[in-house]
């Protein structure tokens, strides 16, 4: 917990240290990709797959969020998605808080089971082009597990934008390459 706590103040630091003539990020978007997962001890076992997420804002602050990524390995597949909502906080001119409480699912072969998970992060465009974000959050499906995500998006338009992120949960590691369009 304390790796994840000085990884949140080095992202607020490098985050708030810019004063780049950006807009906040944009909360109204659709974003498809890859993403390949890795369960760490399981080197035979690294699904790969196809995502989808999204967020709406709904007024200035409150905004729902959904995302279904489909994983195959072999002869197993499974799937995960996050249902949820959250809230938004300007920090500053580019920079914006939220927190999250979402509804999780994650079924396949093996089982179908349902839990929650709450996150809070920062999201902060540090200049008009490049987005960062940091998140820090609370996963429970099976077991609770702290979680830790970093990512990026580079805006090739105001509208179109590609990017990565790194997701760990315990020991499940998720990389995610994306292409993003935002309303």
């Known amino acids: 917990m304390c ?3 000085t990884l949140l103040a080095v992202v607020t630091a490098t985050l708030s ?3 780049a003539m950006a807009d906040t990020p944009d909360w109204q978007y659709v974003e498809g990709g890859y993403t390949k997962v890795d369960f760490d001890g399981n080197e035979s ?3 790969d797959g196809l995502n989808i997420n999204s967020k709406y804002l709904l007024n200035s602050n409150v905004y729902l969020n959904g995302e279904y990524s489909f ?3 072999g002869e197993a597949d499974f799937d995960m998605l996050t249902l949820g909502a959250g809230y938004r906080l300007p920090v500053n001119a580019t920079t914006d808080a939220y927190f999250g409480a979402n509804l999780e699912r994650l079924g396949g072969d093996f ?4 839990g929650y998970s709450i996150n809070a992060g920062l999201r902060s465009m540090v200049t008009e082009q490049i987005e960062l974000a940091g998140e820090v959050g609370y996963y429970d499906v099976y077991d609770g597990e702290a979680t ?3 990512g990026a998006n580079y805006y090739i338009t105001p509208q179109w934008a590609v990017g990565a992120s790194y997701e760990s949960i ?3 590691d998720i990389l995610q390459v994306t292409a993003r369009y935002a309303f």
């Open 71 to 73: 994983f195959e390995e």
């Open 148 to 150: 830790v995500k970093i």
């Open 17 to 19: 240290s810019y004063s």
């Open 3 to 5: 790796k994840t706590l």
């Open 45 to 47: 076992f690294e699904p």
């Open 111 to 114: 089982d179908d089971e349902t």
């Open 170 to 172: 315990d020991e499940l």
